[in-house]
């Protein structure tokens, strides 16, 4: 068995697309563990993963967002954030800051915000004067707010993995996402004042109710997911249809949709769904094999004897999820450790909508965390910056993400106060 991890890393390193090396792997090592009896209900394994109610949103929330972001949303949000915050001191940062949070109701992705709004923020930052890699750390650092506040693609796929409630996670969503808004917001205006950097004049500032308006369509989705959700009117997937005929609508108010657009869209939805639903395939191949080795009773064992328990394990989760999502691919990382770790955390009485909150959190840090940050990666590709140098400028606001990820494992409150207000059932 010491060839398996040999073999994996050999495979990483060739190139190799994620799933195949999983589905490599995982059939290897049934062979090696002399556990090829079982290799013919694989196929069952595998549907058994996939059908999952709740994964059924994953698709029509991916959607949503391919067809917002055609329509040409991006500049209507980011003009009515101008009005808002863009006359203060370092008021470029402060908008792409809020944007990110408008943005989040849309996209529901790190990688996507980071994609959309790169091109448009860091070009024009650096126009009126700011420093490009700070310009470009902002960018990727401010993305992280996409999958935190709901809809977010991780947590249904959280969901999915461990039957916790998609609603009360998206619910869960809510604070975590507008504290790291204000965090990082507050770091902009200590950095504003320490580098001087330039804010806005009225000149440049788009007028307020005109900017809403424009950008009322955009802001009233999530409103219109999560109001559906709490309030009890539909499930998770009832409410990702209604997105779709939502984005559909709000799609003609601002460029109009024409048949190209709709393709495009529903072509990369297709894409970007496949990817995820291989990889589950391929690792709910490598989880059969764990159950009948008995690595998570091993592993449940090895905490016990260590004592790790309450806290202390949430804290220990903390550091190997924030490892893997530096190196991992977000569904990557869930599917593969969730099943090794998650269930003696619950087993131990973490409420499972608080552990969520903290594990997707915990893996949107590493997105924007060195040495293969993925957002980092795309703000760096799409603007010509070099990755290391705008990875130092990024430094400040890990550390804030990281202090406000460890208030979030500590004080649950953080994350089950709207759920509990909303009357989900939560610990």
């Not at 698709?59 to 500049?75: D, K």
């Not at 954030?81 to 792409?96: D, P, W």
């Not at 619910?171 to 200590?190: R, S, T, Y």
């Not at 903290?358 to 980092?376: A, D, E, H, R």
Request: glycine fraction near 10%.
């Amino acid at each position: 068995m010491w060839l398996i991890p040999f073999i994996f890393v050999l495979l990483l390193l060739s190139g190799t697309a994620f799933a195949y090396l999983m589905g490599a792997v995982s059939i290897l090592s049934f062979v090696m563990a002399d556990k090829t009896q079982f290799l013919s209900i694989l196929p069952q394994r595998v549907f058994a993963q996939l059908d999952v109610f709740a994964f059924m949103a994953m698709p029509l929330f991916i959607l949503t967002a391919e067809i917002m972001t055609r329509a040409g949303v991006t500049r209507s949000l980011i003009d009515f954030a101008l009005s808002i915050v863009g006359r203060f001191r370092g008021g470029l940062g402060h908008v792409n800051i809020l944007t990110s949070v408008f943005f989040a109701g849309i996209s529901g992705s790190a990688i996507a915000d980071s994609a959309a709004l790169s091109r448009t923020f860091v070009p024009e930052m650096v126009e009126r004067g700011y420093n490009p890699y700070y310009a470009g750390a902002i960018t990727a650092a401010s993305s992280m707010i996409g999958p935190i506040i709901p809809p977010s693609i991780i947590m249904i796929l959280y969901g999915g993995l461990t039957g916790a409630s998609v609603a009360a996670l998206f619910a869960a969503g809510i604070v975590p996402g507008i504290l790291l808004a204000v965090a990082l917001m507050v770091l902009n205006a200590v950095m504003a004042r320490i580098g001087n950097h330039p804010g806005g004049t009225a000149a440049t500032v788009p007028s307020f109710w005109p900017s809403l308006r424009r950008a009322a369509p955009a802001l009233l989705l999530p409103v219109v997911i999560l109001g559906s959700l709490v309030l009890g009117l539909a499930t998770p997937t009832e409410g990702s249809a209604i997105a779709v005929l939502f984005a559909l609508i709000a799609g003609q108010f601002y460029t109009g949709l024409s048949r190209r657009m709709l393709f495009d869209a529903l072509e990369a939805t297709a894409r970007l769904t496949g990817t995820i639903f291989i990889i589950l395939a391929a690792i709910s191949v490598l989880g059969f094999l764990a159950g009948q080795m008995g690595w998570s009773q091993a592993l449940a064992d090895w905490v016990d004897s260590i004592g790790l328990t309450g806290t202390r394990y949430l804290f220990f989760l903390v550091g190997i999820f924030l490892i893997a999502g530096m190196f991992m691919d977000t569904p990557v990382a869930l599917t593969l450790l969730i099943p090794l770790f998650v269930p003696q955390a619950l087993a131990q009485g973490v409420d499972p909508v608080h552990l969520g909150i903290v594990l997707c959190f915990n893996l949107c840090v590493g997105l924007i965390t060195p040495p293969l940050g993925k957002c980092l990666v795309v703000v760096a590709a799409l603007t010509g910056l070099n990755y290391w140098r705008m990875a130092l400028a990024a430094l400040p606001f890990i550390a804030v993400q990281l202090l406000l990820l460890l208030a979030l494992a500590y004080w649950p409150e953080l994350s089950l106060a709207v759920p509990r207000l909303a009357g989900f059932s939560v610990n």
